[in-house]
Nanobody, 122 residues
Framework: QVQLVESGGGLVQAGGSLRLSCAAS????????MGWFRQSPGKEREFVVAISWSGRNTYYADSVKGRFTISRDNAKNTVYLQMSSLKPEETALYYCAAAVKITTIVNEYSYWGQGTQVTVSS
């Protein structure tokens, strides 16, 4: 069982940066792939990025490559999402999630946090 709590969301101007954190409980955190997703009102939940249990492998959605960076600290049971050059259309509720393999598919993630709101003003 893994419980996830996101933090770090907020209001930022277009072009700005934010760092999201996702704190996990449970002794098995370092065995899970961790992913970030986002969801805007009226839209489906969208894959953003995932990182392997070791941190050596990552997979980014094309829309965020070069602007977002995922990392994890297994000693702290935390995964991070550094976001830069943010755009207004990236306003969404950002979720972290845990899976047993790197995947972009929502239903293959077993555990989810409650989300943290990111609002990008134009």
């Amino acid at each position: 069982q893994v419980q996830l709590v996101e933090s770090g969301g907020g209001l930022v101007q277009a072009g700005g940066s934010l760092r999201l954190s996702c704190a996990a409980s449970g002794r098995t955190f370092n065995t899970y792939v961790m992913g970030w997703f986002r969801q805007s009102p009226g839209k489906e939940r969208e894959f953003v990025v995932a990182i392997s249990w070791s941190g050596r492998n990552t997979y980014y959605a094309d829309s965020v490559k070069g602007r977002f960076t995922i990392s994890r600290d297994n000693a702290k049971n935390t995964v991070y999402l550094q976001m830069s050059s943010l755009k207004p259309e990236e306003t969404a509720l950002y979720y972290c999630a845990a899976a047993v393999k790197i995947t972009t598919i929502v239903n293959e993630y077993s555990y989810w946090g409650q989300g943290t709101q990111v609002t990008v003003s134009s």
